[in-house]
């Protein structure tokens, strides 16, 4: 008998590891026709504040986004590596969705047992289509592991894991504020918590907090931290329902783009609709177990944090595919033990929208973008205009691009110094003070490269700008709507 349960573990461990690979190795094929799709505005913005702090600039005081700090450790860590800036991104988010997929089989076992592989493969297939911009390292996907990890973590008595979940969602908090809203699955339905386990959840997520926080306090920052997590986003979510109230062409884009999303993730929703009303049956009938209201409020969570801040961006959509990766197996599971050859004809059906959107990109690359919200045009050129001021810049040249496409600090590895903190200027449009300062820097000292975009604009350049560029630039090149201009000799 001994022996006998023996080669079951063992039987188990080289499942797990074989299974875990061939996730690993799916990830990397499915993501590997986005590789060199040519960076967004976040990965520009995320990726210009690595590179500026690696250079020493200090996060909120000399360069500007509003985004936790524990988000732009990743892009320092990997500017500090170096490499190929669009590959580099793109295989660390790779690696990421690797992380994120052997959690879930492991978290999975929660509800599925020895099924719980479903969940990484449903991931798998999840994260294929272009929609929700699966291939770039935005902080709604970065914060994941932390929440996969931490509910692995908090799934026992002991003290540590605890202590080691709380720690983990100071950590998810600290890269994007939206975790706010998975603090209630920490204790929802869980038969292990209690209020010795919530002290010490709490006590762990004080500790990490206050080990972010301290450096900034230390070094006179705390108000400029404050200001770019909680500040900021207040004047940001107002901002964007009032964008989404008076533009009507933006409601029309995202109904196109639902309909399009719906093409090819319908049976995934509908799968997760399903589950909800089928257990709130249940629930009446009292049979409903307890991990229902855990699974239902992930999915609640995830759509608040898809719509709070009124801009419906593509990737924010991404947290939508944790939960769904949990419900529709389960659903499926469920399903097959009743209608084994229906359920599995579905199974082929649910596959066949991401795959097919996938083999279009695989054969289009970034020409089959357009329709999943990703601004072909505008990141091109972009690209290419940073590549071009890279082959022609000296050392010592700074740039002031006043443009919606801060990748162009990334592409040509140019700095804009101290005449503006935020390399997305769309946020100066709430930023007075900070766009004063930096008018006064550039007057002052005025930068070699002036880059003009004539792409749709939520903030214009400034009147002191387009003076300086009538008066003492000339045009000197351009490409689609970008225009490059210096000094006249």
């Known amino acids: 008998m001994k022996s006998f349960i023996q080669f079951q573990k063992n039987s188990s461990g080289t499942f797990n590891f074989i299974f875990s690979v061939s996730i690993v190795g799916f990830i990397f094929l499915g993501l590997w026709p986005y590789l060199h799709i040519p960076l967004t505005d976040n990965e520009g913005v995320f990726a210009y504040i690595g590179q500026e702090l690696s250079s020493g600039a200090k996060l909120y005081q000399d360069v500007w986004d509003h985004k936790p700090p524990l988000l732009f450790i990743h892009f320092l860590l990997l500017k500090k590596i170096g490499g190929d800036e669009e590959a580099f991104l793109h295989i660390y988010a790779a690696l990421i969705h690797c992380v994120n997929a052997l959690l879930l089989f492991w978290l999975g076992k929660r509800w599925l047992g020895d099924r719980s592989w ?30 996969l990890g931490g509910l692995l973590a908090v799934n026992g008595k002991k003290p540590w894991r605890w202590l080691l979940g709380g ?19 920490f204790f929802l339905g869980n038969a292990f918590a209690g209020p010795l386990e919530a002290l010490y959840f709490f006590a762990g997520m004080d500790l990490m907090a206050l080990l972010t926080v301290l450096p900034f306090m230390l070094d006179g920052r ?75 409020c992930w999915l609640i969570s995830s759509l608040t944090m898809v719509v709070t801040s009124g801009y419906f961006f593509p990737y924010y959509s991404v947290v939508l595919i944790l939960p769904l990766s949990v419900l529709t197996p389960i659903v499926f599971v469920e399903l097959q033990k009743k209608h084994s050859l229906p359920v599995l004809l579905l199974i082929v059906f649910l596959v066949t929208g991401p795959l097919v959107s996938w083999l279009t990109v695989c054969h289009s ?30 050392p010592g040249d700074q740039l002031l691009a006043w443009s919606m496409e801060p990748q162009i600090y990334v592409y040509s590895s140019l700095s804009a110094s101290n005449y503006i903190k935020t390399p997305l200027v769309n946020h100066l449009r709430i930023m007075p003070n900070v766009e ?23 903030n214009s350049p400034p009147s002191w700008l387009m003076e300086d560029v009538a008066r003492n630039r000339k045009l000197f090149y351009s490409i689609g709507k970008l225009e490059l201009f210096t000094f006249r000799k």
């Open 167 to 185: 720690c983990l969602f100071a950590c998810g908090f600290f890269t994007k504020q939206s975790f706010i809203f998975y603090l209630p699955l």
């Open 436 to 458: 004063l300062k930096a008018k006064e820097a550039f007057l002052k000292s005025p930068p070699r490269f002036v880059v003009i975009s004539h792409y749709d604009q939520v």
């Open 222 to 296: 705390l108000n400029e931290l404050w200001y770019a997590i909680w500040g900021f986003n207040r004047f940001y979510v107002e901002n964007g329902w009032t964008w989404f109230s008076y533009h009507p062409e933006f409601r029309n884009g995202l109904v196109l783009w639902l309909i399009k999303v719906a093409e090819v993730y319908g049976l995934f929703f509908l799968a997760a609709f399903y589950f909800i009303v089928n257990r709130v049956v249940k629930n009446v009938n009292k049979k409903e177990s307890k991990e229902s209201p855990f699974l239902i």
């Open 365 to 394: 690359g970034t020409d089959a973008l357009e329709w999943s919200g990703y601004l072909k045009v505008h990141n091109v050129a972009a690209r290419e205009m940073g590549e071009y001021l890279k082959s022609i810049a000296k």
């Open 118 to 147: 479903w969940c990484a493969i449903t991931y798998v297939v999840l994260i294929l289509p272009p929609f929700f911009q699966c291939w770039t390292p935005q902080a709604e996907f970065l914060m994941e592991p932390f929440l």
